[in-house]
């Protein structure tokens, strides 16, 4: 073989169409666009239009809804927590959470609390001490079977609950304090 010998594997390049370049191209004047109108237009995007048939969007009825309120979890497999241990990137003797597990690259960013996930449960050998905000039952396990230990913290929504809870005790106070210092504050007068 030869520099000159060479060649692409046949098909891998395909010359590209040559548009406006007479009749017997046929693709030429109008470059296969046909005459005038949006379509014959540059920047034309039609998404979603069937011709005037009402469009698959519209046929197919809504369903659900978005939860605004939905709490996202960064998840890691025991297996990656391992080799970021092995890999010097993280002490296993140090407390370890989705805070220093940013700082130590392994995840790129907390979103609103980590979760352990059991993938590569039976490659952890390294004896962790966890603080996340779930676990699932394999992941756990492991963990101690490792001789680990792990604390799970509350999430952002249960704190927002307990919240909810204690300002709902203390209204309730209130209002029973009222009630028997004389009844509930009389109303303003009628206009």
Do not use: C
């Not at 296969?32 to 046929?59: D, H, W």
């Not at 241990?85 to 805070?99: C, L, P, R, V």
């Not at 490659?123 to 039952?137: C, F, M, P, R, S």
């Amino acid at each position: 073989m030869k520099l000159n010998q060479i060649r692409d594997n046949r098909g891998s390049r395909k010359a590209p169409k040559r548009l406006g370049r007479g009749i017997g191209s046929g693709l030429g004047k109008t470059s296969g666009r046909g005459g005038k109108g949006q379509t014959a237009r540059s920047g034309v995007a039609l998404n979603g239009f069937e011709g005037g048939q009402t469009p698959i969007y519209r046929r197919l009825p809504k369903r659900g809804f978005t939860n605004v309120f939905r709490l996202r979890y960064q998840e890691l497999n025991l297996g990656k927590l391992q080799w970021a241990i092995d890999e010097k990137m993280i002490d296993a003797g140090s407390t370890i959470d989705a805070a220093s597990l940013v700082k130590a690259g392994v995840l790129r960013r907390e979103f609103d609390g980590l979760r352990i996930l059991g993938g590569g449960a039976e490659d952890l050998k390294a004896k962790v001490n966890l603080v996340v905000h779930g676990i699932t039952e394999v992941a756990k396990a492991a963990i101690e079977k490792a001789g680990g230990k792990v604390t799970v913290v509350e999430t952002k929504r249960e704190r927002v609950e307990a919240d909810k809870a204690a300002k709902k005790a203390r209204q309730e106070k209130r209002k029973a304090k009222d009630a028997k210092k004389g009844g509930a504050k009389p109303a303003a007068p009628a206009a």
